[in-house]
């Protein structure tokens, strides 16, 4: 297989996270979510728990800029220097391998790249409800008040740093419905659409 980057974004609960370390899996390539924020938190010196909170659901006051030169811990704020050590690190990632990457506004990031096949998974919100309370064991009413705050969050957090709307079908190759087509088969879609790519 040629260089492939995916970048899958998710709303909550849709099975994002499950769908992009399985491809990785069955592909054979480094998988990517978690890995990132402990990274970035070794990188900066923050919790882990801080640095999840400012790289995927913080909202600054004014449109993110890429670093053109050096990240100033002291002079930068914390939710622009969280993101500009978050960036960095996903252009070394993809500079380096083949990989899946989930969430973090990665679809942007690696925008201009050839190689990269980005992904968006979205469902319908019972479906999603259902899910969160499957795995982190919580009552139905607040797996819904977790999935419409965390997809609200992310939204906001994506528009602040990229200027464009989070979930919208032109920032992505294709979108999923993990609740019409179920998990198996986007795991099955993403990986024939990247072994499609590679033999044309």
């Known amino acids: 297989m040629d260089k492939k980057i995916i970048t899958i974004s998710r709303q909550c609960g849709s099975g994002g996270h499950t769908i992009g370390q399985e491809v990785a899996k069955r592909l054979g390539i480094p998988f990517y979510d978690k890995k990132i924020v402990k990274t970035v938190a070794e990188r900066s010196g923050f919790s882990e728990e801080f640095v999840e909170e400012q790289g995927e659901y913080s909202s600054h ?21 969280i993101a500009a050590l978050q960036t960095e690190l996903i252009k070394e990632l993809a500079e380096k391998e083949s990989c899946v990457i989930v969430g973090r506004g990665a679809d942007y990031v690696l925008r201009d790249r050839p190689d990269c096949l980005h992904v968006f998974i979205c469902g319908n919100i019972e479906d999603r409800k259902k899910r969160v309370v499957s795995e982190h064991g919580i009552s139905e009413k607040d797996a819904e008040t977790l999935v419409l705050s965390r997809d609200k969050k ?19 190759n294709i979108c999923l419905d993990s ?6 088969a986007c795991i099955n879609f993403i990986i024939d659409c990247v072994q499609r790519n590679n033999s044309r």
């Open 61 to 81: 006051s004014f449109l993110y800029t890429i670093y053109a030169g050096s990240i100033n811990k002291d002079s930068t704020p914390l939710p622009d220097y």
């Open 154 to 172: 992310r939204a906001r957090h994506y528009k602040c740093y990229t200027d464009r709307e989070w979930g919208i079908a032109d920032n992505y």
């Open 179 to 184: 609740s019409f087509l179920g998990i198996e």
